[in-house]
Nanobody, 122 residues
Framework: QVQLVESGGGLVQAGGSLRLSCVAS????????MGWYRQAPGKQRELVARITSGGFTNYADSVRGRFTISRDNAKNTVYLQMNSLKPEDTAVYYC????????????????WGQGTQVTVSS
């Protein structure tokens, strides 16, 4: 019913930039919070950044000042601009959305994308 599809990952040298995109599609009524999480090998998944439908944002301390999250509500799309990338940013990046389906008035539910690999070489 709902799909979150990420794109934009890849291999980049330290100091470089990448832009991730995530499009949510399906029988979506509304999306509250959209965000990006990442998981490095052997580590737990962690929040990178998230943004509300009103544009309020918060970031992990490790990426603040280097990454910028934004969204296009009309397109159900969230972006993550990643600058000054470091080898420690290497991880699988996952898109997350808290959303309601059409015809449903209950709480927002959380959906995940399949992930996109970001590798930063030193």
């Amino acid at each position: 019913q709902v799909q979150l599809v990420e794109s934009g990952g890849g291999l980049v040298q330290a100091g470089g930039s990448l832009r991730l995109s995530c499009v949510a599609s399906g029988s979506i009524s509304s999306i509250n919070i959209m965000g990006w999480y990442r998981q490095a090998p052997g580590k737990q998944r962690e929040l990178v950044a998230r943004i509300t439908s009103g544009g309020f944002t918060n970031y992990a301390d490790s990426v603040r000042g280097r990454f910028t999250i934004s969204r296009d509500n009309a397109k159900n799309t969230v972006y993550l601009q990643m600058n000054s990338l470091k080898p420690e940013d290497t991880a699988v990046y996952y898109c997350n959305a808290n959303l309601r389906l059409v015809g449903y008035s209950g709480p927002y539910n959380s959906y995940w994308g399949q992930g996109t690999q970001v590798t930063v070489s030193s």
